[in-house]
């Protein structure tokens, strides 16, 4: 699969009629909840299935995004396969004026608000998904080097608005997650306890 779509329901109106139509049509395979999802799965297994089979993840950022609790979730296990974002698997895509978390922020995202260069957004969708070539390719090291050379790695994740319930599954899928890609210790800090869970560490 290319792209895996994490994205609030209340923007699923521009998500599926638009994002990805466009995406299919260009002959790339996405992965989304309302048609992918395998019914009676648990929904965090359902979203770890998605990013570990996706080489790309779009997070369409809105108001209602950065509030809502399973897009933090989703966000959160995306960043677990490369906190770094060396192989630039992660992929915000702006669609309202909205305040960006600061790890998102710290990325760069498309511009795809009202009032911006439609043309040019899809352009730099297509090109980062790998439809377009890139006129000056990214001399980024490869996902595999960046681990190799980074097994110490330490991600810290602190969570604000995912609730203790969805807290412990997300824990286990992000040491799943962990543990596959060579990371070294993971710390999640829950808004709500004020304490830190580890998981994903090295042994």
């Known amino acids: 699969m290319d792209v895996f779509i994490s994205y609030n329901s209340r923007d699923k109106e521009w998500v599926r009629g638009e994002l990805l139509t466009r995406i299919e049509q260009a002959g790339l395979k996405a992965f989304i909840d309302f048609r992918d999802f395998t019914r009676g799965a648990p929904v965090i297994e359902e979203v770890k299935r998605g990013l570990l089979e996706c080489r790309k993840t779009l997070l369409v950022l809105t108001p209602e995004y950065i509030k809502d609790e399973w897009s933090e979730v989703e966000y959160v296990m995306a960043e677990t396969l490369n906190p770094a974002n060396r192989d630039l698997r992660i992929i915000p895509?702006?669609?309202?004026?909205?305040?960006?978390?600061?790890?998102?922020?710290?990325?760069?995202?498309?511009?795809?608000?009202?009032?911006?260069?439609?043309?040019?957004?899809?352009?730099?969708?297509?090109?980062?998904?790998?439809?377009?070539?890139?006129?000056?390719?990214?001399?980024?090291?490869?996902?595999?080097?960046?681990?190799?050379?980074?097994?110490?790695?330490?991600?810290?994740?602190?969570?604000?608005?995912?609730?203790?319930?969805?807290?412990?599954?997300?824990?286990?899928?992000?040491?799943?997650?962990?543990?596959?890609?060579?990371?070294?210790?993971?710390?999640?800090?829950?808004?709500?306890?004020?304490?830190?869970?580890?998981?994903?560490?090295?042994?």
């Not at 969805?166 to 040491?175: F, G, T």
């Open 93 to 203: 895509l702006l669609k309202s004026d909205v305040k960006k978390p600061f790890r998102i922020a710290a990325l760069t995202h498309i511009d795809f608000t009202n009032g911006a260069d439609q043309d040019l957004a899809w352009r730099q969708l297509l090109t980062a998904l790998g439809v377009l070539s890139d006129p000056e390719p990214s001399k980024e090291p490869r996902h595999d080097q960046w681990f190799q050379s980074r097994s110490d790695l330490h991600v810290v994740a602190d969570l604000d608005v995912v609730s203790p319930e969805v807290l412990v599954e997300l824990i286990a899928a992000l040491d799943e997650i962990h543990r596959a890609h060579g990371g070294g210790g993971l710390e999640i800090r829950s808004a709500h306890t004020g304490s830190a869970a580890i998981a994903g560490v090295s042994t």
